[in-house]
C-alpha cells in the first residue's frame, strides 16, 4: 500500500510561481512512477506531468511546457511539481498519483485509470 500527501497549493497571483510537494509512504518509493493531475470546478481531471521511478524520463501536458518542471528525491520519498508564470486557468485541485508497474509510454502515462494510488489533492488557485 501506498500512501500519497500532497503540500504547497495556495493562493496566487498570476505570473507567481508555486511548488508542491508529494510525500510518499508505505512501499519503496524507488519503484513508482509518479505524476500530477488536476481538476478544476466543473471539468474532467487532466494529466499534468509525470516522472518515472528513475527521474530519467518525464512527460508533460501542452498545456503547462515550459512552465511547469516535475523532479523527485528518492531519498525524501517525495515528488515535486514546480509551477512558473501561473495563469487563472491553472486554476485547480492538483493530486498526485502513482502506480507501480514498470510501463512507461505517452498514452500509458496520461491516462488516470492507470494509476493505483491517489492522495487528497492540494487547492492552487491563481487570481488575475
Known amino acids: 500500500q501506498v500512501q500519497l500527501v500532497e503540500s504547497g497549493g495556495g493562493l496566487v497571483q498570476v505570473g507567481d510561481s508555486l511548488r508542491l510537494s508529494c510525500a510518499a509512504s508505505?512501499?519503496?518509493?524507488?519503484?513508482?512512477?509518479v505524476a500530477w493531475f488536476r481538476q478544476a470546478p466543473g471539468k474532467e481531471r487532466d494529466f499534468v506531468a509525470t516522472?518515472?521511478?528513475?527521474?530519467?524520463?518525464?512527460s508533460f501536458a501542452d498545456s503547462v511546457k515550459g512552465r511547469f518542471t516535475i523532479s523527485r528525491d528518492n531519498r525524501k520519498n517525495t515528488v515535486y511539481l514546480q509551477m512558473n508564470s501561473l495563469k487563472p486557468e491553472d486554476t485547480a485541485v492538483y493530486y498526485c498519483?502513482?502506480?507501480?508497474?514498470?510501463?512507461?509510454?505517452?498514452?500509458?502515462?496520461?491516462?488516470?485509470?492507470?494509476?493505483?494510488?491517489w492522495g487528497q489533492g492540494t487547492q492552487v488557485t491563481v487570481s488575475s
Open positions: 508505505g512501499r519503496t518509493f524507488s519503484t513508482l512512477t
Open positions: 498519483a502513482a502506480y507501480t508497474a514498470g510501463i512507461w509510454s505517452p498514452d500509458y502515462v496520461r491516462n488516470g485509470q492507470n494509476y493505483r494510488y
Open positions: 516522472i518515472t521511478w528513475t527521474g530519467g524520463s518525464t
